[in-house]
């Protein structure tokens, strides 16, 4: 039918219905317009498809919102709230007839420098919220790679990242939400406060709820007094073993740095090399890359000193030690990359999440598998949160099967350590089916119990984070 | 009747049910053995009175909690679980002819060193938390101040107490939960991980409900390493603005202290007389107590040199500095005796909490009000949280009605300020009228149905913390 889809006599009643209530400009039934809206980050193996009948709306305000989702409880249409569509799971992707519910016009911040706390509306980025609260002296820790994402998702999805080591995820950072419920009540959960024990806290209830139970519009989050100094160090091992224990004693006795990050050497190199980089450190085929960051760096360099201590007390070689804002800028940046420079290549990546004192075993375990099976299966991630990353990669002659098979695998050996099958990502519309893995019968039918609560008619991203 | 009641024939078939489940001795129909608990630390003016018909249950193990809460909920009898008793509001009184459930027998603490992580059952006490960790090396930072409380009960009511300023509250402590849901069944929800986005977080749900939505058994917390160095800095003031606004410059510009609080001379000279010593400093009406603790001394000295700065560009006099730990503890007992130099005189303990920066207009509008109806109204708290305890104290004459009159009007003054009615202490049994000044009837309507999920018989710790 080519990009101009002929509507529907039902989408027609709808589209008409959402004009009533967002401007025309910003109701959009032209696919060709929306085709950014369609798909999300999730590797191209994996992602679902999005369904053929779609809206895009794009509401001003909180008052718009709940107007769409009214119309779409009274009608039983589908809405798929959408943020920055950086995320791995399928999420946003709109899989089902229905309205595609971008945040992207709710974009304010302010900034509350005597509370230290960011108003921020769902749509605003990431980047711009680091951004604004640095341009008063303010930091806000939460930092998954992408800056591209937005609040509301950041939110929706509980995001971690690598600075979760000292700061916590998402869910530790937000103070109030304002959220619009599937029937369209406008709801203000929460407040500028750091101690609130009013009645059972929703706000926790809906953070990581993946859209399911409410659209968030706009969240209150606290932020921190910027650093003084930053230094990045590198310990190189020898073997994964040392370096994995390194990871507790720092944790332990040298207080809690940003960051602290387990990559092997191949990966670094090969991702240096896609970026035209070169990756400095020559010793060492395992690495834990620390984030330091104190008031001054008189506070800085005893942390230095005695991470530096450990590393060579645990087997590791001379750490290679960066204080430059550019050069510590490049080797993140190479970290950073790790993703990008698979991404073409991945069939699926893996999100599980063991205690810290499994890293070793787990990633000995997935390494056997590799070797077993003649297969390239990087792994790396935020040691100290035990939250690896394992990247299925493309390979001729791979059955959809054998990757089915070989996901399995690794979510059992996470499973069988204490852990889960996801530590940041999520469920999303991807992993709905292995939810049962980590949670029992009675677990989810307290969920489900609940996501007919919010929303009883199952219009909000149905399909997503739990079976409904 | 005297101490040897009766029970009568539905009594009677309840406790041979429960003596089938849990051992003779622990099964007391006794009045007179159970009276330490029927009652908790709520003021006696507003304490709730313990219903006639009880019956106190001390099970062993979870399997035993599980086979009480079955029997409970098929015959529907309300089941009123029960940590130390430490609580203000009533919240564990059995009000309703019932089972008096106490977790006391579940007492074991696991540590595990290499995740820094302990796992507490619900009956051990804080005391017991914080010195088994602090013989491995681990510090537990959540600290109200009784350390009877156990650990179950911290975690229903999401207790917060002075340390929350660097480390939050309980809900930050928190990651995993063994559950008995009010029918009966087991769960365990989280793991012994930092990252974990599986399934809605019922974990922080159930963390602060109160012991409405399940009984907790065993709690999984995260433990931080032990500080090197402490030290106690008291900051004189001679007016309240200026010791205000040096609170949200200290958390701005000196890092993040342990604790910090506010309290005015008055309060603490009444308090050392009362405990038979003296407050140590002698200039100075309003004071901030500030607990800084580093990895090392090194790291200390450069904050509290920072904090005396602060403190003398906003007006504050010489700071009082304190590093022996005798002196520090002499200090802190001092603090932590006010509840208890209050206690007797007391009608009820408000526990406001409202943003840092209306901290001052808050204490202000109290202080107008104590002046306009001459009463003595003592108001201390947690400064860096915004969290203020406001004691409504004795007065001949006074009736409850005036008293009513003068709490609505605080609460009125921290809503107001953007604030609740209850940062730390919870709703209880004596709060649950004022639910409706912090919450919208659309938040009730949801928490009410959350419950009926969990609970549908509403056999748990019925009448507490939402009006069900």
């Known amino acids: 039918m080519g990009w101009l889809r002929l509507v529907g006599e039902m989408d027609r009643f709808i589209v008409d219905g959402l004009r009533s209530v967002v401007e025309n400009a910003h109701v959009v039934t032209d696919r060709a317009q929306m085709q950014s809206y369609l798909t999300d980050e999730t590797a191209a193996a994996v992602r679902p498809k999005p369904a053929s009948d779609l809206v895009l709306v794009r509401p001003a305000n909180t008052q718009q919102v709940s107007a769409v989702l009214q119309l779409a409880n009274k009608h039983n249409i589908a809405v798929f709230p959408r943020g920055g569509g950086t995320g791995l799971v399928g999420g946003a992707i709109p899989t089902q007839d229905g309205i595609i519910l971008s945040l992207e016009r709710l974009n304010g911040i302010e900034i509350d420098k005597e509370n230290m706390m960011a108003i921020a509306e769902a749509g605003a980025t990431l980047e711009k919220l680091t951004k604004t609260a640095n341009e008063v002296g303010l930091f806000f820790p939460a930092h998954p790679g992408d800056e591209n994402a937005q609040i509301g998702g950041l939110v929706a999805t509980n995001a971690g990242g690598s600075r979760a080591v000292r700061y916590g995820v998402m869910r530790n950072q937000v103070k109030a939400l304002e959220i619009v419920t599937p029937v369209g009540n406008i709801l203000n959960l929460g407040r500028r406060l750091h101690k609130n024990n009013v009645g059972y806290d929703l706000t926790q209830l809906i953070i990581g709820s993946e859209g399911t139970l409410a659209v968030i519009t ?85 942390q230095s000193v005695r991470i530096r201590e450990i590393c060579q007390q645990n087997g590791g ?47 000995d375990s997935v390494e056997e598998i ?34 089915e098979a070989l996901r399995n695998e690794i979510y059992r050996i996470a499973i069988d350590a204490g852990g889960v099958i996801t530590g940041e990502h999520g469920i999303g519309k991807i992993r709905t089916a292995k939810l049962q893995t980590s949670l029992t019968k009675e677990e989810i039918a307290l969920m489900t119990a609940i996501k007919r609560i919010f929303d009883p008619n199952n219009v909000l991203n149905p399909g997503t984070k739990i079976p409904v």
């Open 370 to 403: 590799a070797k077993r099976d003649k297969l390239f299966l990087p792994v790396f991630g935020h040691a100290a949160d035990g939250n690896l990353h394992i990247h299925i990669m493309k390979r001729e002659g791979d059955t959809a099967d054998y990757v």
């Open 317 to 363: 070689l001379e750490p290679f030690y960066v204080e430059s804002q550019r050069d510590q800028d490049k080797i993140l940046k190479i970290r950073s990359s790790i993703y990008l420079a698979l991404k073409n290549e991945t069939v699926d990546i893996l999100d599980i999440a063991v205690p810290v004192s499994e890293l070793v075993n787990v990633v």
């Open 218 to 302: 706009k969240v209150t989050l606290r932020l921190y007094p910027k650093f003084g100094a930053t230094a990045t160090i590198i310990l190189p091992f020898t073997n994964r073993n040392d370096a994995m224990s390194t990871v507790q004693k720092i944790l332990k006795d040298a207080g809690t740095p940003l960051a602290m990050e387990y990559v092997e050497r191949d990966l670094l190199e090969m991702t240096a090399k896609h970026l035209g980089e070169k990756w400095p450190v020559t010793i060492g085929d395992q690495y834990l890359i620390i984030i330091g960051a104190e008031a001054s760096r008189d506070q800085l360099l005893p």
